[in-house]
């Protein structure tokens, strides 16, 4: 530590201390030491050489201080990527899903149409005579089973016209609402439907047993030459059905030995289990 002198100002009693001028060899020993190691850099790249060791001295130092940052920032980057990571897959499942709802309305879509052709191409008649109805519900009572129908125009149609499918009648108008209509079923106990065989030319009054039931022809008389596999078709008479649509075919004839008349069982060709799409026949009033 240097040593310190000091003076009485006359101004006041306090003391001012001074540090005293450097001593002249110092100033030479100090002078000598620069040009040396100036001289040492010339000639063999001291301050390189320091400079290189003092780095690597440091070097723990500096990895030591970087390490918690690094760290630190690896987290963040991995927090990061997780969460971006997990939008991107809840933003294709997502996607999937809405892409999943758009073909599976697609294949209805396509199945539907399919169906209205079918529907549409099976009528041998005018077309204009019809119009084209969606099934809105089917009740689950066997014995007295309820068809709605969507319609359109309630004026379109009127009570009793008949309702068929691609493979022929399936019931009558039997209420018409705003945008609804009821629609008594063949299979209904409440049915009665005149029809006339295929071959040999019969006629009958064909009731129905229940929905997933055959139907039965009711007082055919013992004398009545049915054959099992005949084709049904409407009589037209009564004035409800028109004549000629296909109804079913006979499954089975018996002869019940406690009754007069013989049991006709009658196959039903359409049901509404299986269908969506129906044509009911045009108000022609």
């Known amino acids: 530590m240097l040593r310190r002198e000091h003076k009485v100002s006359n101004i006041s009693s306090e003391a001012i201390f001074a540090i005293p001028a450097m001593k002249p060899y110092r100033v030479v020993i100090a002078i000598s030491l620069c040009f040396a190691f100036m001289l040492s850099d010339i000639t063999y790249n001291t301050s390189v050489i320091v400079r290189s060791f003092a780095l690597d001295l440091l070097k723990p130092v500096n990895l030591i201080i970087e390490l ?22 809840d933003a294709l499942e997502e996607e999937n899903l809405k892409l999943k709802v758009s073909n599976e309305y697609l ?4 199945i539907d149409l399919s169906k209205l052709n079918t529907l549409w191409s099976s009528i041998d008649i005018q077309k204009d005579r019809f119009v084209i109805s969606e099934k809105n519900f089917l009740s ?22 008949p309702v068929i499918s691609e493979q022929g009648l399936v019931g009558r108008i039997n209420n018409i609402g705003v945008l609804t209509a009821e629609v ?37 008389k013992k004398t009545a030459n049915f054959k099992k596999g005949e ?52 108000n022609e009033n």
């Open 184 to 220: 008594l079923l063949l299979q209904d106990i409440r049915s009665s439907v005149p029809i006339i065989s295929g071959e040999s030319s019969l006629h009958g009054i064909l009731n129905g047993k229940g929905l997933d039931r055959k139907g039965e022809l009711q007082f055919i």
């Open 140 to 161: 689950s009572n066997t014995f007295q089973p309820m068809l709605v129908l969507t319609i359109q125009d309630p004026k379109e149609i009127e009570k009793n016209s």
């Open 68 to 89: 918690p940052m690094q760290i630190s920032e690896e987290v963040f980057d991995n927090l990061s990527s997780k969460q971006n990571l997990q939008r991107k897959v």
């Open 231 to 282: 084709k049904i078709f409407t009589s037209g008479l009564g004035g409800i059905y028109p004549k000629g649509l296909p109804i079913g075919k006979i499954s089975s004839i018996s002869d019940p030995v406690d009754s007069e008349f013989l049991k006709v069982e009658i196959s039903f060709n359409s049901t509404p289990l299986n269908h969506d799409y129906f044509l009911v026949y045009k």
């Open 107 to 110: 294949q209805k879509l396509s």
